[in-house]
């Protein structure tokens, strides 16, 4: 997918939509959109993957978290437009093959979740956290983890699980 | 293959392998072909008249179906019930609340007209086309205020905006205070939260015409009452209307009550004929949907020299918000005043509460609902106690605990503590603070200007709700049984029905791990069903620490009922007596010849073929049963947390924290342990972080999650966790529920920490949330 | 929290941005980051009906040493920031500041050209800016201009940007000799704005008297704001705890706190200037120190 793809407004009669090419766990979709569409409802109510969660309006909870370019994003704070052109990995598109990713293996195994919605936002979240720092000390998960809110576990689960799947991950 | 030992162990949850791949399903997930969209207009002033509502543009837009507002529904939708009317005398004052109001809005995001339109981002817009003329009112937001004569009166028909005084008269109070050698009086507050379940609330509904059949989608701890109250509000039969709460994102009892919304989407969905659906964002959540907690207390306590606390009198005034939500009245009530003798042998408690409406949001249950109100107090004022009697706290307390052969005991509020331990439990958790070494380090710092503090907080709770007697006497609409249905099908694999709704607690597996035990299968071979009002008869949800020891003891009852049968079957298929037979490892077997046997598949597929079963016997393998408990469950507990306070910033540094809870026995260790975590965290944030805060007009300022501060994993600590385990003697599997204990214990321990590390300053009580500038300025000035 | 609708453009090069800029001036509203317009925009506190993408220009993001200054390009994200070597090794006050600003995922996409351009007193790099003495690049059709960052905040939420006009670049004076900076913050958790934040530079010649002082506060005015008499009056002094005390001391008379129902009083904000001064200050000399 080209980087700098050009984007083009589609006039309607009715209103300004905009054509979008967007790559979600290596598929390519393709729209025409409203500028406001918020990237997170067009993941989850266009592309039909409600695995990305909302939790908040002010970009506070981190439920929307997804990959985008690389980085961990909070998909309600960007606008479907600006994805175009982009690669983006949701927690759907993490498991390859029915396989558990490790993160995923290591918050089952440490009782990493409860009600699981915050859950896809931390485990795309603690992929890019490990990508950035493979060996993380504690502090270094919490501080990395600090834009993602659990109502339920108490964090204590959710950093175990995390420095279990930065050991399993390095020893790849 | 038959596994045993299930039930204690620590088996990764069943309902983890959806939840990780973002393949649960969420309300918010679900889109019925042709759904069409509901946004609310709400009031932004907190108390006024409603002069007019113009939505002749919004009606223009092109997308927009419909507008509704009170006018639309009146004498069509009943007025919002409270499930709980508590009886008091003079009785209680129950506002008419309609869930559209017609003249006069009275909290400041109570909707005031429902938008529909065929997407969410159209409603959006069409709110801010609808003009509506209001004559705002003076408002009053706080309970204290809202009682006086000169307050602004919510409701005519509700004088001093008082809807019910509740007493509670324990012993003797009078003698008890003529016999103290000290009286120690304070006044408490324990403030307004927001209890933030990550998933706000939402409604997805459908209506067949045809059929007058209403399917609806809710984000509820308890889909069969959420049916009842709906159907009530509607004046539909009941049994034209299924509720279903899918993967449920955190409720923490703001998910219990039925609110306006949710029938106004029903409604909606009858009138259009179209799918309805409704998705609250954060600023609703937090400005419509259920607070908690907003007690002010005045507290009175009598002791005697040696530590002995004699008595307890108590006057409360719990703010109830605009109008009286599901459970809302017995929370402040009885689940608050049974518990205020505490761990300890007070012999007498008196407790006035005055249940006030104010202009701000309902408040219900909050985790904890009562207890934590009840237990803050109680375990603050123990801690006061020993201060002025230059006490060790941990010592006052061993003085004044219920010791462990006392149990049952019966205490002054009337209520029966089924079993407890508590000088076990603090002697282990002062263990494992290494307490006299904490006490030296104390000191140590004292001489060196740094303030550390400990603080110990012993708990007893209430929960288990629980004997149908018992809260139907209180007012309650309904018993708090629980249903079970265990089904063993043909192929000898089993469905656990449950009448609880969880939505985080785990009982998919901790459910499965009992009926995998009793029967000897596989935990893989039960599935546990619940949520759904088509495929379970009757239930009463999740909440008050229930589901475990309420719908577990059903489900234990209903599988022995099972085994009963089965024994019977395998009898007669191996021609012996039952006597004969022992049951081991999913197998029945001849005691003496035990390759002579059945498994448990072998009787599930016999009892469906019918021929093999004794004569009168019917076919099937199957038990209902609804169980209703003796009494409540009492889990208990000690924890212990340790604090350093940065003197010029005021700020709060947990060094440590140690928590050792029973709650009986346990079946599943690791969710033991995170319920324990995740109420820690939620009674440490109101310690110190959260705050719900209203203006004196009725502006909700926390309306936020940037500006209220629910804490992240950087302010939130480690914990030290242990457990003891005391089994409940009337419960048929000896548990006790766990789901709130955490919250309850956590708050009184950081604050008796903190109070600790400024006690040789003369410092006795701060009031919660600590934070950080309102403990510079105490320090300031010393 | 839907935002209103509005046109969409993505320009590839700062040319084509500015020309939209220049065409539709105060209806625009320029998006790098996005992480303070986009909240604004979906509370409806905000409608621009044109929104200028500027993501794709590739070229307003850079970290450049130069022989005795930094440039920074506005598109440059925090996360560069956070992690850049060159500014560890010049100026690691920068690191530092990065690091406490709003969460990770906010700081993958936040610029800082976007926060500073943003203007809100309680965004963290205009007092680190104040500090540093920096200065604020413009770009328009009608050619650049060099704001100095004391002229630049000029109110709440307002900057000295003409309407046609957006931050391109911002050039810092590297510190010579000896020389330590720190950001401190306090906040109620983890990704809040500051309840009060003081950035601090220092400069020491070989006496340990400080030829340079930077003072920046957060939260505590109508814009970041320059402690400039805590500044001067500890310029050319011995730097020890009575003259640190004393500059701190300084710094909290400069501050125009306001009372904030969740995050404080102004009495409590105005003691905290002191207290925070001090300890970035302290920090400060420590780094100078190579202690």
């Known amino acids: ?172 | ?782 | 929290m839907i935002p209103r609708n509005f046109v969409y453009f993505s320009p590839s090069s700062e040319k084509e941005a500015l020309e939209l800029l220049n065409e539709y001036k105060s209806d625009a509203r320029i998006l790098a980051g996005g992480m303070s317009l986009i909240p604004l925009m979906k509370m409806r506190l905000v409608s621009p009906s044109y929104l200028i993408d500027i993501n794709k220009v590739e070229s307003l993001s850079y970290i450049k040493e130069e022989k005795n200054r930094l440039r920074i390009g506005a598109l440059t994200r925090y996360y560069e920031i956070e992690k850049s070597s060159t500014l560890k090794k010049l100026l690691p006050i920068m690191n530092e500041a990065a690091t406490w600003v709003g969460d990770p995922q906010v700081r993958n996409m936040g610029t800082i050209g976007g926060s500073l351009s943003h203007a809100d007193p309680s965004g963290d790099f205009g007092s680190v800016i104040l500090a540093l003495n920096g200065q604020i690049i413009t770009s328009s059709l009608n050619g650049q201009r060099t704001i100095k960052a004391d002229d630049f905040f000029v109110d709440s939420f307002t900057t000295a940007l003409n309407a046609n006009e957006m931050l391109k670049e911002i050039v810092i004076d590297l510190p010579e000799g000896m020389n330590g900076g720190a950001y401190v913050k306090l906040e109620r958790k983890a990704g809040d704005f500051a309840i009060v934040a003081v950035a601090a530079q220092l400069s020491i010649d070989s006496k340990g008297n400080c030829n340079y002082a930077g003072i920046g506060l957060t939260s505590v005015g109508p814009t970041n704001l320059k402690a400039k008499k805590a500044e001067s009056f500890l310029l050319g002094k011995q730097l020890n705890e009575r003259t640190i005390d004393e500059t701190a001391e300084i710094a909290a008379s400069e501050a125009r706190p306001i009372d904030d129902p969740l995050r404080g009083s102004a009495e409590y904000k105005r003691a905290m200037v002191k207290v925070l001064t001090k300890r970035a200050l302290n920090l400060a000399l420590k780094r100078a120190r190579g202690v």
């Open chain 1, 1 to 172: 997918m080209e980087k700098n793809t050009p984007i083009k407004p589609v006039e309607t009669q009715q209103k300004q939509l905009y054509h979008i090419k967007v790559n979600i766990n290596g598929v390519d979709y393709e729209h025409d959109v409203e500028a406001r569409l918020l990237l997170v409802h067009y993941i989850r109510d266009v592309v039909g993957l409600t695995g990305t969660h909302i939790g908040c309006d002010t970009s506070n909870c981190g439920a929307c978290t997804v990959i985008f370019n690389g980085k961990s994003v909070k998909s309600c704070t960007m606008f479907a437009v600006q994805a175009n052109g982009a690669k983006i990995l949701t927690i759907e598109g993490l498991s390859k093959n029915g396989e558990l990713h490790p993160i995923q293996r290591a918050f089952w195994e440490n009782h990493a979740l409860q009600c699981g919605y915050c859950t896809p936002g931390f485990i795309m979240q603690a992929y890019w956290l490990l990508k950035e720092n493979p060996n993380p000390k504690e502090e270094e998960i919490r501080k990395g983890i600090s834009g993602n809110l659990c109502r339920c576990t108490g964090y204590q689960n959710i950093v175990k699980a995390i420095m279990q799947a930065a050991k399993e991950l390095r020893s790849k």
């Open chain 2, 1 to 782: 293959m038959a596994v045993t030992a299930i039930f204690g162990a620590r088996v990764k949850r069943k309902e983890d392998p959806r939840l990780i791949t973002g393949k649960g399903t969420y309300v918010a997930d679900i889109t019925p072909l042709g759904c069409l969209y509901v946004a609310f207009l709400r009031s932004p002033h907190a108390h006024a008249r409603i002069k007019s509502i113009n939505a002749s543009k919004a009606l223009s837009m092109k997308g927009v179906i419909a507008v509704y507002i009170g006018q639309d529904i009146k004498g069509k939708l009943n007025p919002v019930p409270t499930g709980w009317p508590i009886a008091t005398d003079p009785p209680i004052k129950i506002p008419k609340y309609y869930p559209l109001p017609l003249d006069k809005v009275r909290f400041q995001g109570e909707p005031v007209a429902a938008v529909v339109a065929e997407n969410y981002y159209i409603a959006r817009d069409a709110l801010d086309a609808i003009e509506v003329e209001y004559e705002p009112l003076p408002t009053v937001v706080n309970q204290e205020e809202a009682v006086k004569e000169s307050a602004p009166l919510l409701y005519d028909d509700i004088p001093n905006n008082t809807s019910f005084v509740w007493e509670l008269k324990g012993g003797d109070v009078d003698s008890a205070f003529k016999e103290a050698d000290l009286i120690i009086e304070k006044r408490m507050v324990n403030h307004r939260l927001q209890p933030t379940p990550m998933e706000s609330r939402a409604v997805v509904a459908q209506y067949n015409s045809a059929t007058n059949e209403l399917t609806m989608w809710i984000t509820t701890q308890a889909p069969h009452i959420h049916r009842l109250l709906i159907s009530g509000i509607l004046n539909m039969p009941e049994n034209k209307i299924r509720v279903i709460a899918p993967d449920v994102g955190g409720g923490f009892g703001s998910k219990i009550p039925t609110y306006g919304v949710d029938a106004l989407v029903a409604f909606i969905a009858k009138e259009l004929k179209r799918p309805v659906k409704f998705v609250e964002d954060r600023r609703e959540n937090y400005l419509a949907t259920a607070h908690g907690r907003d007690h002010i207390q005045y507290v009175q306590l009598a002791a005697k020299k040696d530590g002995r606390i004699l008595g307890l009198k108590v006057t409360s005034y719990a703010n109830l918000g605009a109008y009286l939500s599901t459970a809302a009245p017995g929370v402040p009530t009885y689940l608050f005043g049974l518990m205020l003798s505490g761990a300890y042998k007070i012999k007498a408690v008196n407790c006035k509460v005055y249940g006030v409406l104010t202009n701000t949001a309902p408040v219900d249950a909050y985790r904890g609902a009562g207890r934590p109100e009840a237990t803050y107090l109680v375990e603050r004022m123990v801690d006061i106690l020993a201060q002025r009697l230059k006490m060790d706290p941990a010592e006052l307390r061993k003085i004044n605990f219920i010791k462990h052969d006392e149990f049952p005991y019966v205490v002054c509020t009337g209520i029966q503590y089924d079993s407890g331990n508590y000088e076990r439990t603090l002697e282990k958790a002062l263990q494992l603070v290494e307490y006299k070494k904490m006490r030296g380090e104390q000191a140590k710092a004292r001489a060196e200007g740094k303030l550390i503090g400990i603080g110990i907080s012993s708990y007893v709770e209430i929960c288990g709700l629980g004997p149908s007697r018992a809260v139907r006497g209180t007012g309650f609409s309904l018993g708090l049984y629980e249903s079970a249905t265990v089904r063993v099908h043909p192929s000898g694999k089993v469905t656990v029905y449950t009448g609880t709704s969880p939505h985080g607690q785990g009982e998919e597996t901790a459910f499965a791990q009992i009926v995998a035990e009793e029967f000897g299968i596989s935990i893989d071979d039960v599935e546990v069903v619940h949520g759904d009002t088509a495929m379970i008869p009757w239930g009463m949800g999740t909440y008050g620490s229930r589901t475990v020891p309420v719908g577990g003891g059903a489900i234990a009852i209903a599988a022995k009922k099972i085994i009963e049968k089965a024994k019977k079957i395998a009898a007669n298929m191996l021609e012996v007596k039952e006597e004969d037979l022992a049951f081991e490892k999913g197998r029945f077997y001849v005691k003496g010849a035990p390759s002579r046997g059945v498994s448990f598949q072998e009787v599930a597929l016999a009892s469906y073929q019918g021929e093999q079963l004794p004569a009168g016997m019917e076919p099937g393998l199957e038990a209902t049963t609804f169980y209703d408990p003796e009494n409540f469950t009492f889990p208990f507990g000690t924890h212990v947390c340790v604090v350093e306070i940065d003197k010029d910033t005021g700020q709060i540094n947990i060094l440590k924290y140690v928590a050792v809870d029973d709650c009986g026995r346990q079946i599943n260790p690791m969710i033991v342990e995170g319920q324990v975590h995740g109420g820690i965290a939620q009674g440490l944030a109101q310690a110190i972080w959260e705050e719900a805060v209203y203006d004196n007009s009725g502006n909700l300022i926390t309306a936020t999650l940037q500006d209220y501060a629910m804490p992240t994993a950087m302010e939130i600590p480690s914990f030290i966790t242990d457990s003891t385990v005391t089994p409940s003697p009337h419960n048929p599997l000896g548990v006790k529920g766990v789901g709130e204990t955490g919250t309850i214990a956590s708050t009184p321990a950081l604050v008796n920490a903190v109070v600790d590390a400024l006690s040789h300053m003369g410092i006795d009580h701060i009031d919660i949330p600590l934070k950080p500038e309102r403990i510079w300025k105490l320090l300031k000035n010393r």
